[in-house]
Nanobody, 120 residues
Framework: QVQLVESGGGLVQAGGSLRLSCAAS????????MGWFRQAPGKERETVAL????????YYVDSVKGRFTISRDTAKNRVDLQMNSLKPEDTAIYYC?????????????WGQGTQVTISS
């Protein structure tokens, strides 16, 4: 069992930065791939970034490449998403997720979500 709690969302101006954090509980955390998803109003949920169990592999959706960085600290049971050069289209609820597999990522656990709002 893995429980996920996000923090760090908020309201920032376009061009600004935010850092989302996901605190994970559960002994199996280190074996899970982790990821951030987002859902904007009226849009489908999309994968933003993924990281494998040891942090050696990452994936980013094209729209955030070069601006977002996903990282994990297994000792602290935490996964972060550093978001720079934010755009209004990044506005969404961001969810932390955990999956037993990385290459065929299928979220098994979800956090409650944190709102990110970017003003133009």
């Amino acid at each position: 069992q893995v429980q996920l709690v996000e923090s760090g969302g908020g309201l920032v101006q376009a061009g600004g930065s935010l850092r989302l954090s996901c605190a994970a509980s559960g002994r199996a955390f280190s074996s899970y791939a982790m990821g951030w998803f987002r859902q904007a109003p009226g849009k489908e949920r999309e994968t933003v970034a993924l990281i494998n169990w040891n942090g050696g592999s990452t994936y980013y959706v094209d729209s955030v490449k070069g601006r977002f960085t996903i990282s994990r600290d297994t000792a602290k049971n935490r996964v972060d998403l550093q978001m720079n050069s934010l755009k209004p289209e990044d506005t969404a609820i961001y969810y932390c997720t955990a999956s037993r597999t990385y290459r065929d990522y299928r979220p098994e656990y979800w956090g409650q979500g944190t709102q990110v709002t970017i003003s133009s």
